[in-house]
């Protein structure tokens, strides 16, 4: 399944990669993207390619418990086999891979996703007013096996979605559901930490601030990250994911030993934050550091992690085009083109600024030069042939060479340390 494209730099004061990429989200039982075809539930051969025709570099690969834990809390083997098939294959073909738990909804009734059933079977309170599918704002018909109508399910407002986690009141207090949280990192950790394309790890997909229903303002995120991440033993990159509440625009904040991350509306508080922290986690080699946001605009803060040398930044930003399924792709290829602009992928050097301006179809890109014959690269994808047959320099013209080589384009280094501006059309 292709859906929202997302973007993730990542610097490690050496070179400066940056991926675009697209979510797997099998939100439906088996909860695993099928081995053949090129559709909305499909993650084949025919997937890889058309990300590999568009430069695309990426995956996030959703997980889902009732997936995992079908029928109690031991592991589905088929389940794990065939993820592992999609991670070996984007591994086979060069693509990195981010595994993240994705739970919007409280029960899997629900569309697909959410909670096992057999799980809230144990968890959910006795009273009756709790029962699926509160807290929805609306009648739901439903199957004879409880489940929601298909046709029903669109008529769920994102509100409602994110309401509906809520259900079981005190949820990031509710020992049942941590414990099943906890047990699955420690699983996925163990089946798949060993994939070297595997650069990230999101522990809880796009979580509320506090409870609908309860504690409405409360700051119990960090509490509950707290907890999860004593679950997930890696030296990978570990990504958190902002706080989600449309309604009340509420974005929490959570610092721990392993991973360091900032969700605010004011960036000027995210600045603040990161330069009376860092020192506290500079000395823990062992981990990467991460600052995430969603659907905000990160640029301010983009320019002060790229200066920092040693360690390794990742900073995800979802770019605005709505939820995009296979099928709409291949009937729109003008989307695919607007989705496959060129860009700057890896920067021998340091990476200070590229925007692509789609009214004149071209890429400007500023950065220092780095190791001398070293070559950054542009990604040019099949919708952008025409791309890079002009170049215009308003500085560093002696201190990189551009190259057009098998329909890519290099900017070799010259010189070392450089500051170059160049536009590419």
């Not at 084949?44 to 390619?49: F, G």
């Not at 144990?122 to 739901?140: A, C, K, N, R, V």
């Not at 990230?200 to 707290?226: C, K, V």
């Not at 890079?388 to 990189?400: H, L, M, S």
């Amino acid at each position: 399944m292709l859906v929202l494209i997302l973007q993730l730099c990542n610097t490690d004061g050496e070179a400066f990669m940056y991926y675009k990429g697209v979510q797997v989200t099998p939100i439906q039982y088996p909860y695993y993207p099928t081995q053949l075809g090129f559709d909305d539930n499909s993650f084949s051969y025919d997937d890889v390619k058309f990300l590999q025709r568009n430069k695309i570099n990426l995956i996030q690969l959703n997980f889902m418990l009732p997936g995992l834990f079908q029928k109690d809390n031991t592991p589905s083997q088929s389940y794990l086999s065939e993820m592992k098939r999609v991670v070996q294959l984007c591994k086979d073909n060069n693509i990195s891979v981010i595994i993240a738990m994705y739970q919007k909804h409280l029960s899997e009734l629900n569309c697909g996703q959410g909670f096992p059933q057999w799980l809230l079977g144990q968890t959910l309170p006795t009273d009756s007013s709790h029962e699926f599918p509160y807290p929805l704002l609306q009648q739901i018909t439903r199957n004879s096996n409880g489940s929601i109508n298909q046709d029903q399910c669109k008529l769920i407002t994102p509100e409602q979605t994110y309401y509906n986690i809520n259900g079981v009141e005190h949820l990031y207090f509710n020992d049942s559901f941590m414990d099943i949280i906890q047990q699955f990192w420690k699983v996925v950790i163990k089946e798949f930490d060993y994939f070297d394309n595997i650069i990230s790890y999101i522990p809880f997909t796009e979580p509320q601030y506090g409870n609908y229903i309860n504690n409405l303002n409360s700051d119990i995120l960090p509490q509950f990250y707290s907890k999860v991440l004593q679950s997930i033993n890696t030296n990978k990159s570990i990504l958190i994911s902002g706080a989600i509440n449309d309604v009340f625009d509420k974005f929490g904040e959570i610092i721990s030993d392993n991973c360091l991350i900032y969700n605010y509306i004011d960036n000027t508080k995210i600045l603040d934050k990161f330069k009376s922290n860092f020192q506290a986690v500079e000395d823990n080699t062992q981990s990467n550091f991460i600052i995430g946001q969603f659907g905000r605009d990160f640029s301010i803060i983009k320019q002060q992690l790229t200066q920092i040398s040693g360690k390794t930044w990742i900073y995800p930003s979802l770019k605005g085009y709505g939820d995009l399924n296979a099928i709409s792709l291949l009937q729109q290829p003008e989307i695919i083109q607007q989705l496959s602009y060129p860009y700057f992928s890896a920067v021998f050097g340091t990476h200070v600024k590229q925007t692509f301006y789609f009214e004149n179809q071209s890429l400007s890109l500023k950065f220092v030069t780095g190791e001398i014959s070293a070559r950054s690269k542009i990604e040019i994808s099949q919708y952008w042939k025409l791309f890079a047959t002009n170049a215009k320099f308003v500085q560093g013209q002696e201190d990189v060479k551009v190259i057009l080589e098998d329909g890519q384009v290099f900017l070799e280094n010259i010189n070392t340390g450089a500051e170059v501006d160049i536009t590419i059309w």
